[in-house]
T-cell receptor, first 113, second 116 residues
């Protein structure tokens, strides 16, 4: 069965700490990979995406993610978080042959001043 | 511009009411989606329209009825809902339909629905 798992459900970091959020997927075939962010009271925004090519992708607000095909992983990273990064982060995957965007359960990030 | 708009922002309705949610995009996207998101949970796909035709219905109860009047507009008609249907209803759109290798979904702000 197709699935997306995010390892950390709640993460608390101090400002300037480095961030890495894990995402693993279980899919047959070629996939597209996404990270979305949902700030408190706001809608889902696309942080970054991977379709093909360079497995290290850069997104908005200093975020980046690395696709490791052998590990079926697409981890999100940021070298130095800010208080404004407090949000819910969702990893999402869809198979290239279809529509359905399957989300992981999300990781709630709290950045303390 | 990657804007998807949704109205209303908030909706409170009784179990016997009929109401509609509206979603609009003017990006020329050909696929539009309805998702349901409960608090602290990921969005769950409900319906997909591709080129104004219903492509996916994820076994959604008939009290939810989608409609795509044109390529820019997507409605969700609600009737005889239950309190457990209270959630954030998200609309999304993507540039192309099935078979594309590089489709990206863009989400609207959602309608927060409360069923009393």
């Amino acid at each position: 069965a197709q699935s997306v798992s995010q390892h950390n459900h709640h993460v608390i970091l101090s400002e300037a700490a480095s961030l890495e959020l894990g995402c693993n997927y279980s899919y047959g075939g070629t996939v597209n990979l996404f990270w979305y962010v949902q700030y408190p009271g706001q809608h889902l925004q696309l942080l970054l995406k991977y379709f093909s090519g360079d497995p290290l992708v850069k997104g908005i607000k200093g975020f980046e993610a690395e696709f490791i095909k052998s590990k079926f992983s697409f981890n999100l990273r940021k070298p130095s978080v800010q208080w404004s990064d407090t949000a819910e982060y969702f990893c999402a995957v869809n198979a290239r042959s279809g529509y359905a965007l399957n989300f992981g359960k999300g990781t709630s990030l709290l950045v303390t001043p | 511009d990657t804007e998807v708009t949704q109205t209303p922002k908030h909706l409170v309705m009784g179990m016997t009411n009929k109401k509609s949610l509206k979603c609009e995009q003017h990006m020329g996207h050909r696929a539009m989606y309805w998702y349901k998101q409960k608090a602290k949970k990921p969005p769950e796909l409900m319906f997909v329209y591709s080129y104004e035709k219903l492509s996916i219905n994820e076994s959604v109860p008939s009290r939810f009825s989608p409609e795509c009047p044109n390529s820019s507009l997507l409605n969700l008609h609600l009737h005889a809902l239950q309190p457990e249907d209270s959630a954030l209803y998200l609309c999304a759109s993507s540039p192309v339909g099935s078979g594309s290798n590089t489709d990206t979904q863009y989400f609207g702000p959602g309608t927060r629905l409360t069923v009393l």
